[in-house]
């Protein structure tokens, strides 16, 4: 079975401009969580969604913004990026409606992004 | 909202001594604590987790102990191994179906033969 799929591994952008990432869940997981991992805030919730719904959205501004698309695939866009976004963005997925309910996310290797 | 602290942020222990990494909770209606391991390169892989309505949880070498009264979990790693080491990272969520885990900044956990 495959595991979480997050494209591209590495991408270098400069200041101001966007950028898109991709994350394809386990097959069956309805559930795709994004988290923004730096050295020195861990891991921080970005957003979730299910069922192509956002249930819930962390503390980040509004430049931040995803989607999950029909097949459970989900999108995450940064707009006018600014240096301190550098980080690497993690997607997870799960089965269920609720980690508590159903336990487990899996993480995919996630996407290092790097603006100058 | 939930926040989760933890501690210490790195350990260095010998191989075939015992490691423990605390974390307190906030939300006492959290109910579900899962810890997962993150090797370099790779994405943060579960663990072990514990419910609230248990107190203790063991598999293998690796047991999780909750204190619902003082809002704080504990991983305890025993018979450390050099492939033990890696960056540890508790979590709490609350329950239902709203809400997200929430994560400690983790522990860089490093075994030495």
């Known amino acids: 079975k495959a595991g979480v799929t997050q494209t591209p591994r590495y991408l270098i952008k400069t200041r101001g401009q966007q950028v898109t990432l991709s994350c394809s869940p386990i097959?069956?997981?309805?559930?795709v969580s994004w988290y923004q991992q730096t050295p020195g805030q861990g891991l921080q919730f970005l957003f979730e969604?299910?069922?192509?719904?956002?249930?819930n959205k962390g503390n980040f501004p509004g430049r931040f913004s995803g989607r999950q698309f029909s097949n459970s695939r989900s999108e995450m866009n940064v707009s006018t990026l600014e240096l301190g976004d550098s980080a690497l963005y993690l997607c997870?997925?799960?089965?269920?409606?609720?980690?508590?309910?159903?336990?487990?996310?899996?993480f995919g290797e996630g996407s290092r992004l790097t603006v100058l | 909202g939930e926040n989760v602290e933890q501690h210490p942020s790195t350990l260095s222990v010998q191989e075939g001594d015992s490691a423990v990494i605390k974390c307190t909770y906030s939300?006492?209606?959290?109910?579900?604590f899962p810890w997962y391991k993150q090797e370099l390169g790779k994405g943060p892989q579960l663990i072990i987790d514990?419910?609230?309505?248990?107190g203790e949880k063991k598999d293998q070498r690796i047991a999780v102990t909750l204190n619902k009264t003082a809002k704080h979990f504990s991983l305890h790693i025993t018979e450390t191994q050099p492939e033990d080491s890696a960056v540890y990272f508790c979590?709490?969520?609350?329950?239902?179906?709203?809400?997200?885990?929430?994560f400690g900044k983790g522990t860089k956990l490093s075994v030495k033969p």
């Open positions: 939300d006492s209606a959290s109910n579900y």
């Open positions: 997870a997925s799960s089965f269920g409606t609720s980690p508590s309910n159903t336990g487990e996310l899996f």
């Open positions: 969604y299910f069922s192509e719904t956002q249930r």
């Open positions: 514990i419910r609230s309505n248990v």
């Open positions: 979590a709490a969520h609350s329950g239902g179906s709203q809400g997200n885990l929430i």
């Open positions: 097959s069956g997981h309805r559930s």
